[in-house]
């Protein structure tokens, strides 16, 4: 069975991809910080008759991806990932700590980058695979007091927009995905959204994602149909 790696599938968007991506009959492993979330996924997969495994995995950490990724690929055939993992702090530039520019930027494109060149050279010997980059509106557009977090996404964009242009004549498929705020507790403590139900739900969002994975580039605005 051909393996789909998903980073983040501990809650939000990351688990509804993981649950799709199940339902195509792809073994989904379950990647991020919190054990416990990515088990609940898991069994949620296995209940409605899929396959998934976990692994506690740090994105910021390359020594970390390679070791467990190598491991991985020894018992599994790793077609894809999907990076989904990141982090945002919101509010005037002039207020973001060094800390919270840090956490983003490593999370969000360092975090990606050392993943996809973990992954990518196991496509590229199988000759085909998925690359899917979860990017945001943000990586579209500036938006106020997302200066940092605008940055981050910006740079993830670049980067996908690089490497469909590298691989544009392989069988690799690069995508990349952005979408608007959804409803989920990522908002949770910040005052950057007062009301996240406006919001489309992760699973709404990953719906229209598996709708349109032809695409090369899908933009789901926040805004509820």
Same mark, same amino acid.
């Given at each position: ?43 949620? $997969?296995?209940? %409605?008759? /899929?396959?998934?495994?976990? &692994?506690?995995?740090? !994105?910021?950490?390359? #020594? ?69 980059? $979860?990017?945001? %509106?943000? /990586?579209?557009?500036?938006? &106020?007091?997302?200066? !940092?977090?605008?940055? #981050? ?73």
């Amino acid at each position: 069975m051909k393996t789909i790696i998903i980073t983040g599938a501990g809650s939000g968007l990351g688990k509804e991809l993981a649950l799709l991506f199940s339902q195509q009959r792809y073994h989904v492993l379950l990647t991020g910080r919190s054990i416990d979330k990515l088990l609940t996924v898991k069994r949620e $997969i296995e209940d %409605t008759g /899929g396959m998934a495994d976990f &692994v506690q995995l740090d !994105v910021q950490k390359e #020594s970390d991806i390679v070791k467990k990724i190598e491991e991985i690929n020894k018992t599994h055939t790793i077609v894809g990932v999907v990076n989904n993992a990141g982090v945002g702090h919101f509010g005037p530039f002039v207020h973001i700590t060094e800390k919270e520019i840090i956490e983003m930027l490593h999370t969000n494109v360092l975090g990606t980058i050392l993943m996809t060149k973990t992954v990518l050279p196991l496509l590229e010997k199988q000759g085909e695979g998925l690359l899917m980059n $979860i990017i945001s %509106t943000a /990586g579209l557009r500036g938006k &106020v007091n997302e200066a !940092v977090y605008a940055a #981050s996404k910006f740079a993830v964009r670049g980067f996908t927009e690089s490497l469909q242009k590298e691989y544009a004549n392989s069988s690799i498929k690069i995508k990349a995905v952005y979408m608007g705020g959804m409803d989920t507790p990522f908002w949770e403590g910040s005052s950057h959204v007062a009301d996240s139900s406006r919001f489309r739900s992760p699973k709404e969002v990953a719906e229209i994602i598996m709708e349109q994975i032809e695409h090369d580039s899908i933009i789901i605005e926040s805004k509820k149909s």
